[in-house]
């Protein structure tokens, strides 16, 4: 969760603001994981953009959207619901 005037930026430590344009990223459950404490974290979009390690993430969250769409779970939910 993001409270806005109160939580900060996980990349430049400055609160973020009403009005600023925030990102932020899905939780994680694998504390193995180097970039562990970026996940569930909000950031002001400017400093994700110039962020070392932003492909990292962006291929990192595409193959877990990969894996989850070929998952039995999901092949079971779309036959019964449709597509969203």
């Given amino acids: 969760m993001i409270f806005l005037g109160k939580s900060k930026c996980n990349l430049c430590g ?4 009403e ?5 932020s990223l899905p939780p994680s ?3 193995s994981n180097q970039l562990y404490q970026y996940f569930d974290a909000g950031f002001h979009q ?3 953009e110039v962020w070392d390690k ?3 993430i962006e291929s990192m969250l ?4 990969k894996n989850f ?3 039995d779970y999901y092949k079971e939910i ?3 619901h449709g597509k969203p």
Avoid: R, W, Y
């Avoid at 009005?19 to 990102?23: A, E, R």
């Avoid at 595409?62 to 959207?65: G, L, S, V």
């Fill in 29 to 31: 459950v694998d504390t």
């Fill in 62 to 65: 595409a193959e877990e959207k």
């Fill in 54 to 56: 932003k492909e990292q």
């Fill in 19 to 23: 009005g600023q344009k925030i990102i």
């Fill in 14 to 17: 400055q609160t973020l603001m």
């Fill in 78 to 80: 779309l036959s019964k």
């Fill in 46 to 48: 400017s400093c994700f």
């Fill in 69 to 71: 769409e070929n998952s």
